[in-house]
């Protein structure tokens, strides 16, 4: 009878055992190690800036459904810059209509210098509604002064649009340099020292003789 209860008890603690091996198994992931977590960069929802790098934004130009021949928009002012160096920025071009409009056929000219456009993201594009481009200028100056750049684009409406842009020149600061003066006056000769000089003897009269005559 108790062998038979301690064979009972026996069977009893290896089902336990069994089942606590079992339970920790299933807790580790089976191979008794943390399951490990997904790593990784998670997207934010940030969208890139299309913004051109063209230098500053200089100004706006509305673009309206093209029932106004001949447009032209307020003058844009152009920052000081040095002569020699470019000057110029972008400048932003925006249907204001109704209807889809495309521009093209741009130019710009000036009446000092050099002027170009360096970039233009306008040109034969479609602009809906409320959409916009962007075109960037860049002139150099050859001397100082005012000058003044005219930018012209054509709608698909065949309205010409005129921009008028100024802006002024100014001569470099040249850099200043320490300078060493010369002396204007060469230093005086030392005067001798020490140096006995020989006295010149006075001139003695020959004394006359003196005395009886001869007889």
Do not use: W, Y
Request: hydrophobic share 30%.
């Amino acid at each position: 009878m108790t062998s038979v209860i301690a064979r009972g008890l026996a069977m009893t603690a290896m089902l336990a055992a069994l089942a606590a091996a079992a339970g920790c198994k299933d807790d580790g992931g089976g191979d008794g190690q943390p399951t490990p977590q997904p790593t990784g960069t998670t997207a934010t929802g940030s969208v890139q800036s299309t913004a051109s790098d063209g230098g500053p934004e200089l100004g706006r130009v509305d673009v309206g459904d093209g029932s106004d021949e001949g447009l032209t928009v307020p003058e844009i002012h152009v920052p000081t810059a040095n002569v020699g160096e470019p000057a110029g920025g972008r400048v932003n071009f925006v249907n204001t209509g109704q209807v889809p409009t495309t521009l093209q056929h741009f130019a710009a000219a000036t009446d000092t210098g050099e002027t170009s456009i360096t970039e233009n993201g306008c040109e034969n594009v479609e602009l809906q509604p409320g959409e916009k481009c962007q075109v960037v200028l860049s002139h150099t100056a050859e001397e100082p002064g005012r000058f003044s750049v005219t930018l012209t684009a054509v709608t698909s409406q065949g309205t010409t649009l005129t921009v008028p842009l100024s802006g002024e020149a100014v001569e470099a600061s040249k850099p200043t340099t320490a300078t060493t003066e010369e002396p204007t006056s060469e230093p005086a000769s030392p005067t001798a020292t020490g140096t006995e000089s020989t006295p010149t003897p006075d001139a003695t009269d020959t004394p006359t003789p003196t005395g009886s005559g001869a007889s």
